[in-house]
């Protein structure tokens, strides 16, 4: 393996497919993957009483944040193990819910601007806010929006932004703030030098032990006060030494990140967050798995800030995070997220709560089992559904099936807590669970499922509508 100037290995960032060998294989190759039926074998055979395995109770997956040492084939998550990190009173990381972030657009020296759009951020189930600090200035108006946010609203974690030669700002702006971004490629900027050809090891010594006395004061500071430090990578903006030695990679992203972990330790401060964000999702797959890689064999278990930088706007950009994003979360990767949108930063919050509630790590509000509709469906599926989603979408953590015939119906909405199901024309079954607990007429379906809410004690009065909230999309309450 070669070695860059950094005296570490350089490894492949993505491990390759294939299967690997095991008991049981012979001269033909690898033996195959076991499939879920082999298992079932497995367990009738072994155990001598020829039963199969037993189920999981359905409320066991109500909700799967945390879940540890469960069997691959219950589709529960196995997040990797990291360190609680306090951001104010949020805890990112030691298998603490995973957190939801965004960013203000306003400028900093708007003080008022700046302190409303915190709040419509929280309002809308931000947990952590992130504010450009790029002067001294901003650095110190800094402290008046958290004094305002406490006064006029309520105390907000928030983070400081810092970029090109941040030193003199990030030390000030640490006395304000719950946590300090940096990015390592710009801390200690480096002016690329167009008639280099390479980088001598003396030039990179040179520019690490750099690096290491400029960010020495600010891990101090943050150490003393129990504050946070994200290392904040970003793929298009690697140093140029990083660059000669590792090439524009996901390695390259990697070992940035490292060399400032390590600096850290050497500190003894381990309120660290890590990033690695990259504007092409590949990239971003790449580089945190190569991270979490090297850091489990460092012995380091810092929790993982992902996103996808730049992702755009519209449907493509949710599309785009929820990619890179949603793999690297269902592989355990993962502690906090931000969807990075060329738009209103209020709307990136559904997005981030869609992803967490898909894989099973958040429950923030109903969840609907709908099937797509055939020619069996016996009614307007895509009608009641809406009519079904408007009575009941104030109650998180519900889940609700909606399908359109007896046929598929209660096989496969067994995992939801209420059925909604065409019997036959004209008439509709109402589930709770698995079991079906009345049969009435299509124009009473939805009143009679709400009625058995209401019976079941799990009911909740929805809020009087606000003006503004009748104008957007419903954004999910967090839980």
Sequence with gaps: AAKGWGGVEREIAIDGGGWKEGEGDDDDGPARPKTGADWVKEEQGQSGNGTAPVALAKDAMKDQSGMKEVLEMTGALVRRETRAVPVGDVLVGGGNPVVVQSMINEDTLDIDGSVAAIRRLHEAGCEIVRVTTPSLSHAFAMGYI???????????????????????????VANHV??????????????????????????FESAKNKLKDTLTPLIEKLRDQNKALRIGVNHGSLSERMLFTYGDTPEGMVESALECIRVCRELDFHNLIISMKASK?????????????????????????????????????????????????????????????????????????????????RRTMVEYVACPSCGRTLFNLEEVLHKVREATKHMPGLSI???????????????????????????????????????????????????????????????????????????????
């Design 178 to 203: 719950d946590k300090v971004r940096i990015n390592p490629g710009l801390y200690v900027f480096e002016k690329p030098d167009a008639n280099r050809t390479e980088y001598t090891k003396e030039e």
């Design 146 to 172: 958290k004094d305002k946010l406490r006064e006029t609203y309520q105390d907000v974690p928030l983070v400081a932004d810092v970029h090109h030669n941040g030193m003199k700002i990030a030390l000030e």
């Design 401 to 479: 099936a909606v399908m359109g015939c007896i046929v598929n119906g209660p096989g496969e909405m067994a995992d939801a807590d209420y059925g909604y199901v065409g019997k036959q024309p004209g008439r509709i079954s109402l589930y709770r669970g698995r079991s079906e607990v009345r049969n009435v007429s299509e124009d009473e379906g939805v009143e009679s499922l709400v009625a058995l809410l209401k019976e079941d004690g799990v009911w909740v009065e929805p809020e009087p509508a606000k003006a503004e909230e009748e104008e957007t999309s419903a954004v999910p309450t967090a839980v």
């Design 281 to 361: 999702v590949m990239v971003m797959l790449a580089a945190y798995r190569l991270l979490a890689k090297r850091m489990d064999k460092e012995g380091m278990d810092y929790p993982l800030h992902l996103g996808v930088t730049e992702a755009g706007d519209g449907e493509y950009g949710r599309i785009k995070s929820t990619l890179g994003i949603g793999t690297l979360l269902a592989e355990g990767i993962g502690d906090t997220i931000r969807v990075s949108l060329t738009e209103d930063p209020v709307k990136e919050i559904p997005v981030c709560y869609g992803i967490l509630q898909g894989l099973g790590l």
